[in-house]
């Protein structure tokens, strides 16, 4: 079975910085694209920013300038570094990734998220 977990995530001041990890552990036998996704009360998940294994990233622009996206493929792990945190970025931090155990087949997981929470 194939898992993801993310952590990092807290309650930070507007301004702020954090760093996110989303760790894959599991039988399997390549990673392709992996993505952090958030979720805040009563909006819809939306896609913050996605990364390659090749490393080509892409982002959300609401996050452009202020949000890196970066991964190991040795350790398997994927991060969020986060800066100039603003209240409008509070919300549930999901990670996904492209994993396949075959070689050709893959398939979407899913972390269970980690809270991240702007105030003051």
């Known amino acids: 079975q194939v898992q993801l977990v993310e952590s990092g995530g807290g309650l930070v001041q507007p301004g702020g910085s954090l760093r996110l990890s989303c760790a894959v552990s599991?039988?399997?036998?390549?990673?392709?694209?992996m993505a952090w996704h958030r979720q805040a009360p009563g909006k819809q998940r939306e896609l913050v920013a996605s990364?390659?294994?090749?490393?080509?990233?892409i982002y959300t622009n609401s996050v452009k300038g202020r949000f890196t996206i970066s991964r190991d493929n040795a350790k398997n792990t994927m991060y969020l570094r986060m800066n100039s945190l603003q209240p409008e970025d509070t919300a549930v931090y999901l990670c996904?990734?492209?994993?396949?155990?075959?070689?050709?087949?893959?398939?979407?997981?899913w972390g269970q998220g980690t809270q991240v929470t702007v105030s003051s």
């Open positions: 599991g039988s399997y036998r390549r990673i392709a694209s």
């Open positions: 990364i390659s294994r090749d490393l080509n990233t």
């Open positions: 996904n990734a492209d994993v396949t155990k075959s070689g050709t087949w893959y398939e979407n997981y």
